[in-house]
């Protein structure tokens, strides 16, 4: 839990982890991790705990709980940006979707860019690391993922990770000079971002799939989270690939990601 005003007021932000007995009384407790931020994601595997914080910098923090009376951090990874949503790859690699970031000049916080898929090493609790990473689009980017984690697809037998991105991106011929880190993007696309993902290759972009036509982006058409061709979920059956929008199911061959098939629903 974080308590406390992240961004100001006479309260600082603390950020804790408690655990608690069957009768909800609390045994063990970490308390004031990353003072000045708020936790962003959670996810407890085994014994461990995954814990991200964010304000300026995203710290990873390794978490033991082998003892629940004496939680302790094994480790930390600082790096830009953050994960909302962190999903197992093994038992010693994690997943992160999150938000890019760019530290402010002036002010202790950054400005979150577009979308960020991280594959961090976990082996070396003492020392996490980031060993794969993708971006996507600019400042305004989105993704359903990152607030229902049901939006991903990711099978780990087939190196496959699925996700719905809302692509925005920014026309940098309307600007002179630097493009201040805090322009958001225009909506460009909206549909699936198909990765092939491995410790040995990281994360590789396979091809994108979409329902929307040119036609949706067209004279601001298109709204996150309100256009019928939103794709928002994906799923496989055999060597198909179907995508789930509120106009379409889309069927592509798994392998190639050619289309082969829909349904139309209006």
């Known amino acids: 839990t974080t308590i406390g005003n992240v961004w100001g007021g006479n309260s600082r932000s603390s950020s804790n982890v408690y655990v608690l007995d069957q009768k909800l009384d609390i045994i063990g407790r970490l308390e004031n991790l990353a003072p000045g931020e708020q936790i ?58 999150g938000k890019e970031a760019i530290a402010a000049e002036v002010g202790d916080f950054a400005w979150y860019q577009g979308v960020k898929i991280s594959l961090f090493d976990v082996s070396d609790v003492a020392n996490p690391k980031e060993i794969a990473k993708y971006e996507i689009g600019d400042r305004g980017t989105d993704s359903p993922v990152l607030y229902d984690h049901k939006a991903l697809l990711f099978d780990r037998s087939k190196n496959l990770l699925v996700l719905p991105v ?44 979409t329902h929307c036509s040119d036609a949706e982006f067209g ?18 059956i055999g060597n198909v690939l179907y995508t789930v929008s509120d106009q379409k199911i889309g069927m592509n061959d798994l392998e190639t990601l ?3 098939g829909g349904l139309n629903l209006t």
């Not at 004279?219 to 496989?236: A, F, N, T, V, W």
Request: proline share 6%.
């Open 40 to 97: 962003h994601s959670a996810r407890f595997m085994g014994n461990r705990c995954y814990l991200v914080t964010f304000k300026k910098i995203d710290p990873l923090f390794v978490i033991d709980f082998k003892d629940p009376y004496a939680p302790k951090v094994l480790g930390e990874l600082k790096i830009t940006g953050y994960s909302d949503y962190l999903h197992p790859y093994d038992e010693n690699h994690v997943i992160g979707i």
């Open 166 to 209: 809302q692509l925005a991106e920014i026309n940098e011929k309307y600007y002179s000079g630097v493009v201040p880190p805090y322009t958001y993007g225009e909506p460009v696309w909206q549909g699936v971002y198909v990765f092939n993902i491995s410790l040995e290759r990281g994360l590789e972009l396979e091809g994108r799939i």
């Open 258 to 260: 050619e289309e082969i």
């Open 219 to 236: 004279q601001g058409r298109y709204y996150y989270g309100s256009s019928s061709c939103s794709i928002e979920r994906s799923l496989y």
